[in-house]
């Protein structure tokens, strides 16, 4: 049974910092592609960054403007999101995306950029 859960999402001002972390289970870790999306109410899921097997080759979505980072611990079985400088726009549920043959996703974690 494969597992994706996220965490690291909540409260916090403008300008701070935030790290979320997913970790998965039942699948081959080191083999999937793992990303990040966001929703926020009322619109569309979006892809905010990918990372593929290796961990070398990474893709943002644009809109970030160079303020996150997406990182890969295969030893842990474990993506990071690192995102500095949050501002009130990405407040968002953010999920945790794992893609081999099949796609998995997790529930998600809440992050409100709110002063």
């Known amino acids: 049974q494969v597992q994706l859960v996220e965490s690291g999402g909540e409260l916090v001002q403008p300008g701070e910092s935030l790290r979320l972390s997913c970790v998965a289970s039942g699948l081959s870790f080191s083999r999937n592609t793992m990303a990040w999306y966001r929703q926020a109410p009322g619109k569309e899921r979006e892809l905010v960054a990918r990372i593929f097997p290796g961990g070398d080759s990474t893709q943002y979505a644009d809109s970030l403007e160079g303020r996150f980072t997406i990182s890969r611990d295969d030893a842990k079985n474990t993506m990071y999101l690192q995102m500095n400088s949050l501002k009130p726009e990405d407040t968002a549920t953010y999920y945790c995306?794992?893609?081999?043959?099949?796609?998995?996703w997790g529930q998600g974690t809440q992050v409100t950029v709110s002063s």
């Open positions: 995306r794992a893609t081999d043959s099949r796609s998995y």
